[in-house]
């Protein structure tokens, strides 16, 4: 089973319905599906590890009280389908919480000021923008302070001030965590983070990554070496970095098993990429950058920072330009800013000839938060040090198959539904959506998986106040009624619009005529081609399994299907 404490929940259990000792030393644990770490295991079984089955039984104990206690509540109170639980509500609060920050937002205006100055021996002129005066820094907050340094500066003298010359370090990446591979997928691939988890299992089923549910950056001695030995290689010894990566600020990672990484780093990306398919070539390749990219040594930077004067006013302008490429030669992330420009801004001198000046300007305002994406979303959960690993694929997938959030491009936004459920957690359950609450638990389920802690205290602390709190809700709470959704589909057996509903294998469309009229049926997904056999509409669906087929909408008139969608290339 998997290296983690539900792995070694699952090793307990199956010890005990094989009526095993479990203190005899049977259980062993690797990161990686290949030879040499299956047979190194076998070689060192050891007892199940109690306090890693107990830390996950408290977990699950938990998850069981909060959502088998508010669900009913929310299917009594608002309808039915609906859940809570202690990490999911919490990501609902966040989304919401920032909606309505979004939603209140005040902009307020503020100008720019660019100086476009032509040196004399420069082809291009250098753009610099006002940044205040000798006593620091100042904002241009309306038209009329504009016009006001416009009407001092406009045809004055412009002389070269300040010149600083300074090396900047772009540190090397660590190595992906869970987080940051659900991160930097859905940024640089478009990933959703339940496709990255789905992409990154088979890849390692496949022997190809480490195990892919870790919060840990440590890096085996076997695989250190490794990569020295590659990067010296293939790119020159100056490229070899020989320090040790560290995660700053994170106290609560769980050691247990290594950063994700390749197997073997001399199975390079282009080497397999005749026998992956494109998903898991482009996935393999982001993991494999980024890991050699880790071992490697930092790119330097040579920036050249100027300041022009006039009359007391300071315009600053400034370049970097990338003296050694280093770990930046094999891995840019989406987020590394691209080369800037004013390059002639090095070769300016204190006694450089300014022979012309203008000025451009550009009102502006300032803009609200960002809607979470699913990668800001995590980043922000992981910070906040709610859920683990595991947890974060499902928590978002939850929420959006429950309609709580719907997705505007890679926006999340909350949904009516969302936020009435998001009201009535705040209102009657303040402490389960309580950020630092959420935290909490996680801390002290690292004292139970340390031996530091009972796990069944925590249960026994935990119960009382939230069944309370459920008592409380279900004597107080009013009956909320949420609309349900407007299908364009017209029911044929009374002529009624129908609407969305949720049930447990996802949401189906059902006549609102209900009882008098129980239509149902399927929410129907156009597959994007045409049946090959009979010209109409391809349907997408899915077996019981969740495998996903294409099938003509002519059923059962016309029979035809397929696993595989059709490939424009030609």
């Not at 974060?392 to 890679?410: D, G, M, N, Q």
């Amino acid at each position: 089973t998997d290296p983690d404490r539900e792995g070694e929940a699952i090793s307990w259990h199956l010890s005990k319905a094989l009526d095993l000792d479990r203190k005899k030393q049977a259980r062993i644990t690797f990161n990686e599906i290949t030879k040499s770490a299956v047979t190194e295991s076998l070689k060192k079984p050891r007892e199940i590890d109690m306090n890693l089955v107990n830390a996950q039984q408290a977990r699950r104990v938990m998850d069981r009280l909060v959502g088998y206690g508010i669900s009913p509540i929310l299917w009594e109170k608002v309808k039915k389908g609906l859940s809570a639980g202690r990490v999911q509500s919490v990501a609902l609060k966040m989304v919401c919480e920032r909606d309505a920050q979004i939603n209140a937002f005040v902009p307020e205006e503020y100008w720019n000021l660019d100086a476009i100055i032509s040196i004399k021996g420069e082809k291009k002129p250098v753009s610099a923008r006002f940044f205040g005066d000798e006593k620091g820094k100042i904002d241009i907050k309306s038209k009329e302070q504009l016009d006001a340094v416009l009407n001092v500066i406009e045809g004055k003298p412009v002389s070269v001030g300040s010149i600083k010359n300074s090396e900047r370090i772009k540190k090397a990446p660590l190595p992906f965590v869970t987080s940051s591979l659900q991160q930097e997928a859905n940024k640089a691939l478009n990933f959703t983070t339940k496709k990255t988890m789905n992409v990154a299992q088979q890849l390692y089923e496949l022997g190809l990554i480490t195990y892919l549910r870790t919060d840990s950056i440590r890096i085996s001695d076997e695989a250190l070496a490794a990569a020295k030995g590659y990067i010296n290689e293939h790119f020159g010894k100056e490229y070899v970095s020989f320090s040790v990566p560290k995660a700053k600020g994170k106290n609560n990672i769980q050691d247990a098993h290594e950063a994700i990484r390749p197997t073997d780093i001399n199975a390079e990306p282009e080497k397999l990429k005749e026998k992956l398919d494109k998903d898991l070539f482009r996935l393999y390749q982001l993991i494999w950058r980024r890991f050699t990219a880790s071992r490697m040594t930092d790119a330097r930077y040579d920036v050249t920072s100027v300041d022009f004067i006039n009359s007391g006013y300071i315009f600053r302008t400034s370049a970097a330009k990338r003296t050694f490429d280093g770990f930046m030669c094999v891995y840019t992330s989406a987020d590394d800013e691209k080369e800037e420009k004013n390059s002639n801004v090095a070769r300016i001198r204190k006694d450089s000839e300014i022979e012309d000046v203008r000025y451009e300007s550009a009102q502006n305002f300032t803009q609200p938060p960002a809607h979470y994406t699913e990668a800001t979303l995590v980043k922000a959960l992981e910070e906040q040090g709610i859920g683990r690993p595991s947890t974060y694929s499902p928590t978002i997938s939850v929420i959006l198959e429950r309609r709580y959030i719907a997705k505007e491009k890679k926006n999340l936004v909350s949904t009516e539904l969302g936020r009435v459920v998001n009201d009535i957690m705040n209102t009657a359950f303040p402490d389960i959506v309580n950020l630092k609450f959420t935290a909490n638990v996680e801390e002290q389920l690292d004292k139970v998986e340390a031996g530091d802690m009972d796990w069944k205290d925590i249960i026994r602390d935990f119960y009382p106040g939230l069944s309370k709190s459920i008592d409380e809700a279900r004597e107080k709470l009013v009956r909320i009624k949420v609309n349900d959704e407007v299908s364009d589909v017209i029911c044929e057996k009374c002529g009624r619009n129908m609407v969305y509903k949720m049930g447990p294998h996802g949401r189906f469309l059902a006549c609102p005529g209900f009882p008098e009229c129980r239509n149902t049926k399927p929410v129907i997904v156009k597959a994007g081609f045409k049946c090959p056999e009979c010209g109409r509409e391809m349907v997408i669906r899915k077996t019981k399994s969740g495998r996903t087929y294409y099938s003509c909408e002519g059923y059962p008139d016309c029979r035809y299907m397929t696993w595989n969608k059709p490939s424009k290339k030609k």
